[in-house]
């Protein structure tokens, strides 16, 4: 038993002394303005009253506190990463509807040989927030969750100058209660990226594919008796190309390509194919560094119709979705940034229907300017 303890306490000495060990830490803060942070559609009537933008809409000033830690060590062959993100948004005209999230996270990856290695990762997100998602189109989604993932994989370099990995992928997540509902979902798939690098004039330019194909099973029952009154069974399959070309050493554009569908395996209604385009930008320069993407998607259902205020019109329900993000850091000393960002999502539809609030277009956006110091 001694010679076992011996052998232990070496092994685990000989892997302290040997490993590479760092440690990160970022903290920011941002102040802002959000618009319609509940994704309320502009008007639903209800028991013959109309609410209106005023009384639907919630928008507020707000302050970002966001930490983010970050273990790593390697020795020999291995590499073991931990992370712990804690996230808060404060709003100033109702505090109440603030809210928080941690993120942790433990990755490993062992270096089999030059060009493959083995991946593995678990990790926990708490969301700490109150509320429905106005976003709903068929489900009722509390806001708050527990979210449990796993996921592992190979990473590896089938030909030269090529990036090939494959994971496998599990998640539980576990809504807040709402009334006497709950509703929790399973979902496992696949996960594929290939990634190819070549150079034109010295600069490198990337393009690949990064697809994945899973299935979530949702529960819904009553808190109060746990019998089983609502189940959805749904497909995912998402595929998506870009193409990184850069212009010179300092900036980059990333068109992209996505298609997406859901097929639901009971019934049929909630089946639905997105697609659209998207380009991204990249800027690094001296002490400056901006990140911006402009995207459009369409999603058309298969089966569920669209109303308006007289009924049914006989199409199917369409979205279309128009998103823009611009990220900006820029160093003002050693290891101090001032950090801006903005966020717009427009959502159109031809589901126009004032008594509903699901499936209705809506309007979210925000900015913030701020402070990040790493250290």
């Known amino acids: 038993m001694k010679t076992i303890n011996l052998i232990w306490i070496s092994l685990l000495f000989s892997i302290t002394v040997s490993a590479q060990v760092k440690t990160d830490t970022e903290i920011e803060t941002l102040s802002g303005y959000e618009y319609n942070y509940f994704k309320s559609p502009e008007e639903v009537r209800q028991d013959g009253i109309i609410f209106s933008e005023k009384d639907l809409i919630k928008s507020s000033s707000f302050q970002d506190v966001l930490v983010d830690y970050d273990y790593r060590k390697k020795w020999k062959n291995n590499r073991l990463r931990f992370s712990v993100k804690p996230y808060a948004r404060l709003f100033y005209e109702s505090m109440e509807d603030s809210y928080w999230s941690v993120l942790g996270s433990a990755k490993y990856d062992y270096k089999l040989n030059k060009s493959a290695k083995l991946l593995a990762e678990a990790s926990v997100k708490r969301m700490n927030r109150k509320g429905l998602d106005g976003a709903q189109d068929i489900l009722i989604n509390p806001l708050g969750y527990t979210n449990f993932g796993t996921e592992g994989g190979i990473e590896f370099e089938p030909i030269k100058n090529n990036e090939t990995r494959i994971k496998a992928f599990y998640n539980f997540r ?22 190819q690098e070549i150079k034109f004039s010295g600069l490198k330019h990337e393009y690949g594919l990064l697809a994945y194909t899973k299935k979530r099973l949702y529960n819904t029952f009553n808190a109060s008796n746990i019998i089983t009154d609502g189940e959805r069974d749904w497909n995912y399959l998402k595929a998506t190309v870009f193409y990184e070309y850069p212009l010179n050493q300092s900036l980059e554009i990333e068109p992209r390509f996505v298609y997406y569908t859901r097929s639901d395996n009971k019934d049929d209604r909630s089946s639905f194919r997105q697609f659209g385009p998207s380009v991204g930008i990249k800027f690094d320069q001296n002490k400056t560094r901006l990140r911006s993407n402009v995207r459009y998607l369409n999603r058309r259902y298969k089966s569920i119709e669209a109303r308006d205020n007289n009924g049914l019109t ?29 966020y717009s999502r427009i959502r159109t539809t031809n589901y126009s229907d004032i008594d509903a609030r699901s499936f209705r277009g809506y309007r979210n956006q925000y900015l913030g300017l701020g402070i990040q110091w790493i250290f």
């Open 314 to 342: 006989g199409e199917k329900i369409r979205y279309n979705y128009f998103d823009f993000t611009l990220d900006v850091k820029h160093e003002l000393m050693d290891n101090l940034f001032m950090i801006a960002t903005v």
């Open 174 to 195: 576990d809504f807040d209660k709402y009334g006497v509902r709950n509703l929790q979902y399973n979902e496992w798939g696949l996960e594929l990226k290939i990634t």
